[in-house]
């Protein structure tokens, strides 16, 4: 079984341009998570599909961040226009079951760096 | 406001020895614990969890208590091995509305020396 797959491992971009993240989750896994863990800090929770929809995105920063999950499959995460605090690494996370504690398999992550 | 404090950022064993690390919460709504492990460039491995029912969940060589009343609980590597040089992260969840998001802390790394 794949684990989940995160597109691209590093990206560099200047102040103002725009980047899109994808994550693959695990086949069959409903719950999907995105997670940003700024340099030093901890792993802080962005938001959490469930399927195609989003169940909570109460951990977005603010209206840069769009994230999507069309067909309930993959997940996107776009940041326009990345600003130089938008730095860290992001991590995907997915989970089979829903309502129900499980643990979550995470993604490499995608390091970006905001110039 | 950080609700789960891992409050030693560095932990330095020898092989064979007992590891522990550490783990904190502040929000009595969480009932369900986890430690994930990490290696640079790599994304958390999950390691062990528990419930809120419980006080001791045990995998091999990996233990984890918690103290409810002290919202404390801690993972011990019994014994440690180079091997399980990493960051280790401690991680809490309670269900809110169907959505279980984990709350890290910052992290401990530890160090086995052969």
């Known amino acids: 079984e794949a684990g989940v797959t995160q597109f691209p491992s590093h990206s560099v971009i200047e102040k103002g341009q725009t980047v899109t993240l994808r994550c693959d989750p695990i086949s069959g896994h409903d719950n999907l998570y995105w997670y940003r863990r700024v340099m030093g800090k901890e792993i802080k929770f962005l938001l959490h599909?469930?399927?195609?929809?989003?169940?909570?995105e109460s951990g977005m920063p603010n209206n840069r961040f769009l994230a999507e999950r069309t067909g309930g499959t993959y997940s996107t995460l776009k940041v326009q226009p990345a600003e130089l605090e938008d730095s860290g690494v992001y991590f995907c996370?997915?989970?089979?079951?829903?309502?129900?504690?499980?643990?979550?398999?995470f993604g490499p992550g995608t390091r970006l760096t905001v110039l | 406001d950080q609700q789960v404090k891992q409050n030693s950022p560095s932990l330095s064993v020898q092989e064979g020895r007992i590891s522990i690390l550490n783990c904190d919460y502040t929000n009595s709504m969480f009932d369900y614990f986890l430690w994930y492990k990490k290696y640079p460039a790599e994304g958390p491995t999950f390691l062990i969890s528990i419930s809120s029912i419980k006080d001791k969940n045990e995998d091999g060589r990996f233990t984890v208590f918690l103290n409810k009343s002290a919202k404390h609980l801690s993972l011990h590597i019994v014994p440690s091995q180079p091997g399980d040089s990493a960051v280790y992260f401690c991680a809490a969840s309670y269900d809110q509305g169907g959505s279980e998001k984990l709350v890290f802390g910052k992290g401990t790394k530890l160090t086995v020396n052969p």
């Open positions: 599909f469930v399927k195609e929809s989003k169940q909570d």
């Open positions: 996370a997915s989970s089979r079951l829903w309502g129900a504690y499980n643990e979550q398999f």
